[in-house]
């Protein structure tokens, strides 16, 4: 799997953008906040990436950041969101009107968003609460690796409520591998 390329980008045209990474030419779909962060054609780049494998298709997604790589990587795991939904949303709020809209159940702000309709908002709200108070937590408390170690949990099914209790009592100093192997052995027990 492809998780981030460094390039030089030498196309750009909304939503798509090609970079050259070795002589070859990577199409990247990226969000408009991506997309406004962009350097000049033929200027070096770097994006954190994340792949669709279809059976027709592969699809590489870029993102400026990591948080709006793993907001777009939540957003998707929502019964009847796809990619374009997600990078609809991303394009057409800030990840922090984004957050406080969920939080304050805010259906007006999400039904403004392109390809969102009232059903749909209320859907995000109810998936997304949990999840968005459990990112608000870890940006304000915990390190990247501490991150890193809650995100590997949650993609290996683990409850928002177990990782919390499990990941509360590491340090910010925490190595990735060993809080995960500490993590995976409390939660076995």
């Given at each position: 799997?492809?998780?981030?390329?460094?390039?030089?980008?030498?196309?750009?045209?909304?939503?798509?953008?090609?970079?050259?990474?070795?002589?070859?030419?990577?199409?990247?779909?990226?969000?408009?906040?991506?997309?406004?962060?962009l350097?000049?054609?033929?200027?070096?780049?770097?994006?954190?990436?994340?792949?669709?494998?279809?059976?027709?298709?592969?699809?590489?997604?870029?993102?400026?950041?990591?948080?709006?790589?793993?907001?777009?990587?939540?957003?998707?795991?929502?019964?009847?969101?796809?990619?374009?939904v997600?990078?609809?949303?991303?394009?057409g709020?800030?990840?922090?009107?984004?957050?406080?809209?969920?939080?304050?159940?805010?259906?007006?702000?999400?039904?403004?968003?392109?390809?969102?309709?009232?059903?749909?908002?209320?859907?995000?709200?109810?998936?997304?609460?949990?999840?968005?108070?459990?990112?608000?937590?870890?940006?304000?408390?915990?390190?990247?690796?501490?991150?890193?170690i809650?995100?590997?949990?949650?993609?290996?099914?683990?409850?928002?409520?177990?990782?919390?209790?499990?990941?509360?009592?590491?340090?910010?100093?925490?190595?990735?591998?060993?809080?995960?192997?500490?993590?995976?052995?409390w939660?076995?027990?």
């Open positions: 799997m492809i998780g981030s390329i460094r390039g030089t980008l030498i196309d750009k045209s909304p939503p798509w953008i090609q970079v050259d990474c070795g002589g070859i030419g990577y199409e990247i779909e990226v969000p408009m906040s991506t997309y406004y962060h350097p000049e054609l033929q200027s070096d780049i770097f994006l954190h990436i994340h792949m669709v494998v279809r059976e027709d298709a592969q699809l590489l997604f870029g993102f400026h950041t990591k948080e709006e790589k793993s907001s777009f990587k939540s957003l998707i795991k929502i019964n009847g969101i796809g990619a374009k997600a990078l609809s949303i991303l394009s709020v800030s990840m922090d009107q984004f957050s406080n809209a969920i939080e304050q159940q805010d259906v007006s702000l999400l039904i403004k968003i392109p390809g969102i309709g009232r059903k749909t908002a209320e859907r995000l709200i109810v998936e997304l609460k949990d999840k968005q108070d459990l990112r608000l937590q870890q940006s304000s408390q915990h390190s990247k690796n501490l991150t890193d809650m995100d590997a949990l949650e993609a290996l099914g683990y409850s928002k409520s177990d990782i919390q209790k499990v990941t509360k009592n590491f340090n910010e100093e925490t190595n990735v591998n060993e809080g995960i192997k500490q993590a995976l052995q939660l076995s027990s």
